[in-house]
């Protein structure tokens, strides 16, 4: 099963660092400001402009140089500099609202049934499998077979390959004798029950 639901746990684990970054976002983190209008979002291109605002590691010294305010006039809508014309504005929009936080909250939720229903099925599983093997019954053993007549003895019981099995030697061992002289062959002294061949 983990074959099956490990690469989809990963998954969910990207997705989740991915919604982090969504949740986290905010425009001036990266040279970006908001239209007060139409809430669309504009990158701001100067290198220049931009080295003066933020540290080498990135970190926004200069917050108030990073708003739409300080790039272009709010009353008559035009550019302050010539360094505002390099913005870009996208088709993105930013809204700022908390709703994004819901989001969030429904993938834990839904990550937490996930993990619970994985493990109902996993007992549910186990219980089967146990219940399966208590109501099997157990084999029985195969039963030994008598070796037909004329058959070798089985390889490991010591018995000389030239030992036969006849009709004398039941003969014989119901007479209770156990040794003497049978037709076809005389009985082998210590294996009851069998005959040596004469030649």
Avoid at 59 to 67: A, G, H, K, N, S
Avoid at 193 to 199: A, E, G, I, Q, S
Wanted: aromatic residues 10%.
């Amino acid at each position: 099963k983990w074959l099956t639901y490990g690469p989809l746990l990963g998954v969910m684990l990207i997705d989740l660092f991915c919604a982090r970054s969504q949740m986290t976002y905010d425009p001036e983190s990266y040279g970006q400001y908001v239209d007060p209008v139409d809430e669309r979002i504009y990158v701001i291109t100067d290198d220049v402009y931009l080295a003066e605002a933020y540290d080498k590691v990135g970190t926004l010294l200069q917050p108030v140089w990073i708003t739409y305010g300080a790039r272009w006039n709010t009353t008559t809508g035009l550019p302050i500099s010539d360094s505002t014309l390099t913005d870009i504005k996208l088709n993105s929009r930013f809204v700022g609202s908390s709703v994004k936080y819901l989001g969030l909250v429904l993938a834990l939720i839904y990550i937490a049934i996930f993990g619970v229903l994985l493990k109902l099925a996993s007992v549910k599983l186990h219980r089967g499998l146990t219940k399966d093997r208590l109501e099997t019954p157990a084999e029985e053993a195969p039963a030994e077979m008598e070796p037909e007549e004329g058959s070798p003895p089985a390889p490991g019981t010591g018995v000389p390959p030239d030992v036969r099995w006849g009709p004398s030697d039941r003969a014989s061992n119901g007479a209770g004798t156990g040794v003497g002289a049978v037709a076809g062959g005389a009985l082998c002294p210590w294996l009851p029950w069998r005959t040596v061949p004469r030649f």
